[in-house]
Nanobody
Framework: QVQLVESGGGLVQAGGSLRLSCAASGGTFSSYVMGWFRQAPGKERELVAAITSTSASTYYADSVKGRFTISRDNAKNTMYLQMNSLQPEDTAVYYC???????????????????WGQGTQVTISS
């Protein structure tokens, strides 16, 4: 059973930065794809960024390209999301998720990720 715990959310002004962390336990973290999703009120959960098991490949939503950077430290069983130039439209609950069925195939659909953290709120003020 994989457990995921996010941290690092908060309230920042537009243009600011935040770094989210996702600590994993209970599984073989280094063997599967990890992703960051977000969900704003009234909107569907969307994949923001994802990373393969060895960090060889990453995915970014168009809305965050050039501003967000996903990374992972397999020795620490932790994934990160560095978020720069934050805008009010980035306001959402951010979730980390694991797709333990694959280490290399990044999939965008939320239902294909089988483990989830509890979420951390990110609020950007204008």
């Amino acid at each position: 059973q994989v457990q995921l715990v996010e941290s690092g959310g908060g309230l920042v002004q537009a243009g600011g930065s935040l770094r989210l962390s996702c600590a994993a336990s209970g599984g073989t973290f280094s063997s599967y794809v990890m992703g960051w999703f977000r969900q704003a009120p009234g909107k569907e959960r969307e994949l923001v960024a994802a990373i393969t098991s060895t960090s060889a490949s990453t995915y970014y939503a168009d809305s965050v390209k050039g501003r967000f950077t996903i990374s992972r430290d397999n020795a620490k069983n932790t994934m990160y999301l560095q978020m720069n130039s934050l805008q009010p439209e980035d306001t959402a609950v951010y979730y980390c998720a694991a797709d333990t069925t694959t280490g290399w195939d990044i999939r965008r659909e939320a239902y294909k990720y089988n483990y989830w953290g509890q979420g951390t709120q990110v609020t950007i003020s204008s």
